[in-house]
């Protein structure tokens, strides 16, 4: 799992996310030696890579699959990705910083604006820009406003024709057909190589900038979406209220090798072999307890988000709680709380509250 910017409290000062830092000095390069000298130096490369295209076309797929590990939720449902993400890879040859961002899309609700801003920003920001186009998709008008943006960018765009695992190979030569004849692409090249020169943005252990709040929002999210269709999708929201890290005793009789030798509170003495390793006597282990609210915008969608009898709720939270442990390591208590925020989608107070959850 991603090594996350550290988890800020609810009650910090809420700021709207900043763009990505691009902070190359003029003089932060490396220094300008003769032709010869600088033709034996190992060149380091560094830059941003924007990752585009219209909502599902797997975007956030190709930058896990990229990094290695699960930076981004993914879901089979549209405009999954709300607030763009960096993935950073770093190796001994350059620093490639991928933008996840949301699927360009017209925007109608303030939410949507705010996602194609994301957009808009990374366009500006990045070095290299990857379109991401869906193979089983037909080109239709989606697919030309995408077009549109792009031409008003100067940085390189290169095509990225995905899911070419479920078409057939005779349709993909159409489609290169069809976009070298709409864009002038740049041509295929590792993608390292055409950064500018410069030394590393991040540390190398940064893989993320998001926090593990905003982690672990979007993983309850990603849970929600697995489970709901039509509108539900586009109106539901995870807020996490608060994340609080306790030590707490973990002694149960069933943790004992030999059930009913050892007195409930624990062994007297020594240690016992556990799954997760040993545990002394009087010693703790860490639980953390995270409150999430789930918004949606009327009642019903409140209903169908509960289900029956709790049952999806239920299934999201322990689906949710299951992959924020693997992340931390230790012991979670999942509480969700769902709440109706009429047009949540076209409040600036909410979208602040959401956006501010990444740190
Ligand atoms: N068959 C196949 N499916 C893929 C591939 N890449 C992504 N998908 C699926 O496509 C769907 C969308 O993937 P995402 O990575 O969420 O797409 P996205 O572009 O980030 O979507 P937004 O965030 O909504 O813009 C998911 O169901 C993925 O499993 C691929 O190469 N092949
Ligand atoms: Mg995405």
């Not at 620093?95 to 801003?117: A, C, E, Y």
């Not at 693997?326 to 009429?342: I, N, P, S």
Request: charged share 30%.
């Amino acid at each position: 799992m991603p090594r996350t910017a550290k988890t800020k409290t609810p009650d910090e000062k809420v700021a709207k996310p900043a763009a990505p830092k691009k902070t190359r000095a003029k003089t932060a390069g490396p220094k300008k030696t003769g032709p010869k000298k600088a033709a034996l130096k190992p060149v380091f490369k560094t830059g941003y890579v924007a990752l585009v295209g219209r909502p599902n076309t797997g975007k956030s797929t190709l930058l896990n699959a990229l990094l290695g590990q699960k930076v981004a939720i993914v879901s089979d449902k549209p405009q999954t990705t709300r607030i763009s993400i960096l993935g950073i890879k770093t190796t001994d040859k350059g620093q490639t910083v991928f933008i996840d961002n949301p699927g360009i899309h017209k925007p109608l609700h303030s939410l949507n604006k705010r996602m194609m801003n994301f957009v808009y920003s990374s366009l500006e920001t990045s070095d290299v820009v990857c379109l991401l186009v869906d193979a089983t998709e037909k080109f239709g008008h989606g697919d030309e406003f995408v077009l549109e943006t792009l031409r008003k960018v100067k940085t390189p765009v290169f095509l990225l024709i995905n899911k070419v695992d479920v078409v057939r190979k005779d349709k993909v030569l159409p489609i290169i057909d069809r976009y070298k004849d709409l864009f002038l692409f740049r041509e295929i090249i590792p993608l390292t190589e055409i950064l500018p020169e410069a030394p590393k943005l991040y540390s190398d252990e940064e893989i993320s900038d998001q926090s593990e709040r905003f982690l672990f929002a979007e993983i309850v999210r990603e849970k929600i979406l697995k489970y709901v269709t039509e509108e539900l999708p586009f109106v539901t929201a995870v807020y996490i209220e608060t994340i609080e890290k306790k030590e707490q005793a973990d002694w149960k009789k069933r943790d004992c090798p030999q059930s009913g030798a050892v007195p409930l509170e624990g062994p007297r003495s020594g240690t016992v072999p556990l799954e997760d390793g040993g545990i002394k006597f009087g010693e703790t282990r860490p639980v953390t307890l995270i409150r999430a609210s789930i918004f949606v915008e009327k009642d019903n969608h409140r209903k169908i988000v509960i289900g029956r009898h709790g049952s999806l709720i239920k299934q999201v939270g322990i689906e949710a709680r299951r992959e924020i442990e693997e992340h931390l390591g230790h012991k979670v208590y999942l509480e969700l709380h769902v709440k109706v925020r009429e047009r949540w989608r076209d409040s600036e107070d909410v979208l602040d509250l959401i956006e501010g959850q990444k740190g």
